[in-house]
Nanobody
């Protein structure tokens, strides 16, 4: 079992930056690929970014490429999502997820564990 807790969300203006964190507890963090997904009101959950268990592969949705960066600190059991140049369309609840020995896939069905989410609101 892995427990995931996100933090770092908030209310910002367009063009601002935020860094989300997700702390994992339970089984060995280093064996999990980690992903960030988001869900806006009335929309389906969508992939944002993923990072392989060994950090050798990262994967981004086209909508966030060049603005968001995913990274992980294995000694801190934490995955981060640095979000720059935020837009109102980035407003959503952001979830982190863990995929055992994965590669940071965009497919939500591959992820075994999910956090509760953190709200990000971007005003225009």
């Amino acid at each position: 079992q892995v427990q995931l807790v996100e933090s770092g969300g908030g209310l910002v203006q367009a063009g601002d930056s935020l860094r989300l964190s997700c702390v994992a507890s339970g089984r060995a963090f280093g064996s999990y690929a980690m992903g960030w997904f988001r869900q806006a009101p009335g929309k389906e959950r969508e992939f944002v970014a993923g990072i392989a268990y060994n950090s050798r592969v990262t994967n981004y949705a086209n909508s966030v490429k060049g603005r968001f960066t995913i990274s992980r600190g294995n000694t801190k059991n934490t995955v981060y999502l640095q979000m720059n140049s935020l837009k109102p369309e980035d407003t959503a609840v952001y979830y982190c997820a863990a995929d055992d020995w994965g590669a940071g896939s965009a497919s939500a069905t591959l992820y075994d564990y999910w956090g509760q989410g953190t709200q990000v609101t971007v005003n225009s």
